[in-house]
C-alpha cells in the first residue's frame, strides 16, 4: 500500500516551482558525545548524496566539514530549495527538546533550531520546502510517539511532508531505497507515497525481504503527493 501519516492541520499547497532545486547534506565520520552518546560512521553518505545529484539537475552539496549549522543558514535562507536532504545521524522523539541531527565537529543542530534554518527562507516569494528527508535518524529509545516529534519538524518548518527512518538501518540500503525513491518520485513523476513503496518493494525483489533492518523503517509524514 501507499502509506503516509498526515498531522491534523491543513496541509500545504504544492509549489509550483517547475524544476525541482535540492539541498543536499550529510556526515560521514562517527562521532562521541560527552554524554554518553555515540554515532557510527556511516560509510554510504558520500554515495547517496552523489546519486541524488546524479538524478536530479540542481543540486548543492554539502558534505563532511561544510555540513555546518553555518552553512545550512547561508543556503535554507536564499529560500529557492524544494527539496531538503540530510543523511546524517540524528535522534527524534515526541519531545522536540530530544531532536537533533548531527553536523560536523560534534555539533547538534536541534529540532528548534532546524525549523529555524528551513524557515529562513520563507518569503512570500520563497519556494515551499516541498520535502524534508533525514534518512540516518533514528527514534529516541522507549519513545512510541516518536513520529510525533518528525511530524512537529515538518509541521512548524513549513515543509509540505517528510520522509525519515524510524529506526536504525543498513547504510548501504539505505542508500539504495533513496536513490531508487528519487528515480521514481523526479524522474517518473509519481507521487512520493507511491514513489517509497516501489523503492521498497525493489529491495523485496532483490532477496531483502526482512522488514526491520531492509525497508519497514522508512515513514513519510505530511503529504503524500
Known amino acids: 500500500y501507499n502509506i503516509a501519516m498526515p498531522p491534523g492541520i491543513e496541509l500545504l499547497q504544492k ?3 517547475e524544476q525541482q532545486q535540492v539541498l543536499a547534506g550529510g556526515f560521514d565520520k562517527a ?3 560527552d554524554d554518553g552518546l555515540r554515532f557510527r560512521a556511516l560509510e554510504y553518505v558520500r554515495e547517496e548524496l552523489e546519486g541524488i545529484k546524479s538524478r536530479i539537475a540542481d543540486v548543492v552539496l554539502l558534505f563532511g ?3 555546518t549549522q553555518e552553512n545550512l543558514l547561508q543556503f535554507l535562507s536564499e529560500g529557492r530549495f524544494s527539496v531538503v536532504h540530510f ?5 527524534f522523539g ?3 527538546d530530544r531532536t537533533f541531527i548531527v553536523a560536523a565537529n560534534k555539533e ?3 529540532a528548534k533550531d532546524l525549523v529555524e534554518l528551513i524557515r529562513s527562507g520563507t518569503r512570500e516569494e520563497a519556494t515551499i520546502v516541498e520535502l524534508l528527508v533525514l534518512s540516518a535518524c533514528e527514534t529516541a529509545e522507549g519513545d512510541d510517539r516518536a513520529v510525533l516529534g518528525l511530524a512537529g519538524i515538518a509541521v512548524r518548518s513549513g515543509a509540505r511532508s517528510t520522509l525519515a527512518s524510524l529506526w536504525v538501518a543498513n547504510d548501504s540500503i539505505t542508500k539504495d531505497l533513496m536513490l531508487n525513491f528519487y528515480q521514481y518520485w523526479q524522474q517518473d513523476g509519481l507521487p512520493k507515497a507511491e514513489a517509497l513503496r516501489k523503492a521498497q518493494l525493489e529491495l523485496i525483489e532483490r532477496n531483502f525481504p526482512e522488514p526491520t533492518h531492509h525497508w519497514a523503517n522508512f515513514i513519510i509524514v505530511g503529504h503524500w503527493r
Request: negative net charge; charged residues 25%.
Open 15 to 17: 509549489s509550483e516551482a
Open 108 to 110: 547538534r543542530i536541534y
Open 87 to 91: 543523511s546524517t545521524h540524528g535522534l
Open 31 to 33: 562521532q562521541d558525545f
Open 94 to 96: 515526541s519531545d522536540l
Open 65 to 67: 566539514s561544510e555540513f
